[in-house]
T-cell receptor, first 115, second 116 residues
Framework: GENVEQHPSTLSVQEGDSAVIKCTYS??????FPWYKQELGKGPQLIID?????GEKKDQRIAVTLNKTAKHFSLHITETQPEDSAVYFC??????????????FGKGTKLSVKP | DAMVIQNPRYQVTQFGKPVTLSCSQT?????MYWYQQKSSQAPKLLFHYYDKDFNNEADTPDNFQSRRPNTSFCFLDIRSPGLGDAAMYLC???????????????FGPGTRLTVT
């Protein structure tokens, strides 16, 4: 089955700097890659996603890149702010097969943005 | 305007004492999911309901059961909790499931289960 590795497990940056979180996946059939932000005491919330027919997607200060050949994808946050501090999870899923729609999560990255 | 509601937020149970966690949704979504998230680990899917159809993940222990009496509610029953079942339990919903597209999953805030 699918396995998603996420690095780093913790990341500390100064306010205004950029943050990059990287994930790799094992199943070449995966074709959907969402990123979730989980704040303390809350459930994960989708912040951006990318499908396998796209190499990059941006939404204001957040961008995600996907390299299908290497089976890795990354989250980029620019001009970080203290409210970006949270745990970020990457995930992989496939539209097809018996497990279609199931999310396989990475272990998460705790991002701390220091004012 | 809470969309996925989980009660209680914190639950303490004794070793071996059955416990039920509850989830409700105001989104009228067809699919409801239960995830287990242990400390510093990724959420792990236990099972999901597509409408009334129950789908168990292959590695979900028999100790875990679920009920969905109607579209809005879904329950997670742990028949005989062990110390290893202490975790955050997340409920999620999605409008539908495949094929050919992915429907966003909306998560509740979770119930943190402690087993003493």
């Amino acid at each position: 089955g699918e396995n998603v590795e996420q690095h780093p497990s913790t990341l500390s940056v100064q306010e205004g700097d950029s943050a990059v979180i990287k994930c790799t996946y094992s199943d070449s059939a995966s074709n959907y890659f969402p990123w979730y932000k989980q704040e303390l005491g809350k459930g994960p919330q989708l912040i951006i996603d990318i499908r396998s027919n796209v190499g990059e997607k941006k939404d204001q200060r957040i961008a995600v890149t996907l390299n299908k050949t290497a089976k890795h994808f990354s989250l980029h946050i620019t001009e970080t702010q203290p409210e970006d501090s949270a745990v970020y999870f990457c995930a992989a899923s496939s539209f097809y097969g018996g497990s279609q729609g199931n999310l396989i999560f990475g272990k998460g990255t705790k991002l701390s943005v220091k004012p | 305007d809470a969309m996925v509601i989980q009660n209680p937020r914190y639950q303490v149970t004794q070793f071996g004492k059955p416990v039920t966690l509850s989830c409700s949704q105001t989104l009228n979504h067809n699919v409801m999911y239960w995830y287990q998230q242990k400390s510093s680990q990724a959420p792990k899917l236990l099972f999901h309901y597509y409408d009334k159809d129950f789908n168990n993940e292959a590695d979900t222990p028999d100790n875990f059961q679920s009920r969905r009496p109607n579209t809005s509610f879904c329950f997670l029953d742990i028949r005989s909790p062990g110390l290893g079942d202490a975790a955050m339990y997340l409920c999620a919903t999605s409008k539908d499931r495949g094929p050919s597209t992915f429907y966003e999953q909306y998560f509740g805030p979770g119930t943190r289960l402690t087993v003493t």
